[in-house]
Nanobody, 118 residues
Framework: QARLAESGGGLVQPGGSLRLSCAAFEIIFKIETMAWYRQVPGRQRELVASISRGGPTNYLESVAGRFTISGDFAKNTVDLQMNSLKSEDTAVYYC????????????WGQGTQVTVSS
């Protein structure tokens, strides 16, 4: 059964760093795009960063320059390096995978909590 497995969340102080990792298993299609979203209670899930086969990346404006997404499409993995974390980055972070031509996320991970607090 297809699934995405995330790891790397946790508690970090403001200004600190975390690295999130995600691996996709038993995906029936060729993954074209992998991405990270985040959600806080009461708000819509938002796209944080995405990467497509061939390398194009896209970032939420508020994380550009602090977060870096990297992917290995041979292994179906994607990482999110988060530096200079702020309290407003606190959220549940979700990994996603999508085939070519699909808008948005086709598969979701279960989510991993990131808390930025002193």
């Amino acid at each position: 059964q297809a699934r995405l497995a995330e790891s790397g969340g946790g508690l970090v102080q403001p200004g600190g760093s975390l690295r999130l990792s995600c691996a996709a298993f038993e995906i029936i299609f060729k993954i074209e795009t992998m991405a990270w979203y985040r959600q806080v209670p009461g708000r819509q899930r938002e796209l944080v960063a995405s990467i497509s086969r061939g390398g194009p990346t896209n970032y939420l404006e508020s994380v550009a320059g602090r977060f870096t997404i990297s992917g290995d499409f041979a292994k179906n993995t994607v990482d999110l390096q988060m530096n200079s974390l702020k309290s407003e980055d606190t959220a549940v972070y979700y990994c996603s995978a999508s085939p070519e031509g699909w808008r948005g996320a086709f598969y979701w991970g279960q989510g991993t909590q990131v808390t930025v607090s002193s």
